[in-house]
């Protein structure tokens, strides 16, 4: 069974930095193409960047709006992803899914970027 | 960008109904590949997304077959024959043809 566990959600103040973690098993993770989206309290949903497996050179894609800001990585050796997030503004506040190839979803994590 | 227009923003249903779900996008979603990156999900109160159908019509693992979807181009739309209650939630289409990949609104389907 796929299963995709986020941790890392937080209250924390404009500008600060936060790191975001999805534990991934039930699939083979090292060939597997994640993401991650986030839904904004007003229920918008925002696909945020990708990440692509080795075999794709580990390509990464970000939206406009977390370029430069955000980094997604990956380390197959734990079969994690992770969405490092800095000079956070709080029209970052959502719930922040991982998934896996837009199928699978995580329950989210919440962040909150508010002074 | 491409913008994803999903109409109507609500549906009142009566249980045993058949539910359309329209999805236009403002630019054609077929790939250079041939496949066109067109996705439906339902998000139950409280929970994830979870997705029910794949480029256009492929109904993913597990879904009945009461969920269908159509189209081509740029005008998608979802059908569920005969709504029954587990059904209920907000509806959302997602293209994943041309980066950044875009939602749209949701369509709240709701008794009515």
């Known amino acids: 069974e796929v299963q995709l566990v986020e941790t890392g959600g937080s209250l924390v103040q404009p500008g600060k930095s936060l790191k975001l973690t999805c534990a991934t098993s039930?699939?083979?993770?090292?060939?597997?193409?994640m993401h991650w989206v986030r839904q904004s309290p007003e229920k918008q949903l925002e696909w945020v960047a990708q990440i692509k497996a080795k075999s794709n050179n580990y390509a990464t894609y970000y939206a406009e709006s977390v370029k430069g800001r955000f980094t997604i990585s990956r380390d197959d050796s734990k079969s994690s992803v992770y969405l490092q997030m800095n000079s956070l503004k709080e029209e970052d506040t959502a719930i922040y899914y991982c998934?896996?190839?837009?199928?699978?979803w995580g329950q989210g994590v919440m962040v909150t970027v508010s002074s | 960008d491409v913008v994803m227009t999903q109409t109507p923003l609500s549906l009142p249903i009566s249980l045993g109904d058949q539910a359309s779900f329209s999805c236009r996008s403002s630019?054609?979603?077929?790939?250079?590949?041939?496949?066109?990156?067109l996705a439906w999900y339902l998000q139950k109160s409280g929970l994830s997304p979870q997705i029910l159908i794949y480029?256009?019509?492929n109904r993913f693992s597990g879904v009945p077959d009461r969920f269908s979807g159509s189209g081509s181009g740029t005008d998608f739309t979802l059908k569920i024959s005969r709504v029954e209650p587990e059904d209920l939630g907000v509806y959302y289409c997602?293209?994943?043809?041309?980066?950044?990949?875009?939602f749209g609104a949701g369509t709240k389907l709701e008794l009515k």
């Open positions: 039930g699939f083979t993770f090292s060939n597997a193409w």
């Open positions: 480029r256009i019509s």
């Open positions: 998934t896996l190839q837009l199928a699978h």
């Open positions: 997602l293209q994943h043809t041309h980066l950044p990949y875009t």
């Open positions: 630019q054609s979603l077929l790939h250079s590949n041939g496949n066109t990156y």
